[in-house]
């Protein structure tokens, strides 16, 4: 199994097959617009612009588990282009923990337990690392923003593998 085994739908109900991320590094992030820490979108839009034509694609997932996003599909989309300018993919509002966790962030809890093993998301903002070859690498904090891990994104950006190389990466676990 691997995250490109995954499908998730976007904010205007499109399937999206994972696998159309394949060969990417990608920063998978648990948002939501009512939260004290929703300013972390501009700092996840700088990256990506920054860094999306070396191969990053940040992936917003909201939630509304800790009742931090109330809104719809429309609404969540509205708020992200006007508040932010948000360019990078949002898919539609997830359970990241509990009986109904969607399957995707299952798969990213386990391969990256939070602190002391914990698989529990414990606040927006949450962020998963994913190499080139679809290995989760790193999962950050809330309070870890955009900028405190773009040394370890574009350490990621530079170790693209070559056809006879392992996918070097970040494997420490934190959050």
Known sequence: M??????????????????DYRDKVLLVVNVAS???????YTGLEAIYQRH??????????????????????????QFCTRNYGVSFPIFAKVEVNGANTHPLYAYLK???????????IKWNFTKFLVDWS???RRRYGPIETPEMIEGDI???????PTADQPTPGVSASIG
């Open 52 to 77: 999306q034509a070396k191969g990053l694609v940040v992936l917003g997932f909201p939630s509304n588990q800790f009742a931090q996003e109330p809104g719809d599909a429309e609404q969540i989309q």
């Open 110 to 120: 386990a391969q990256q337990p939070g602190f002391l093993g914990s698989q529990d």
């Open 154 to 160: 574009i350490a990621m950006l530079r170790d693209r």
């Open 2 to 19: 691997s995250i490109y085994d995954f499908t998730a739908t976007l904010l205007d109900g499109t399937p999206k097959p994972l696998s």
């Open 34 to 40: 009512n939260c004290g820490l929703t300013p972390q």
């Open 134 to 136: 679809g290995g989760v």
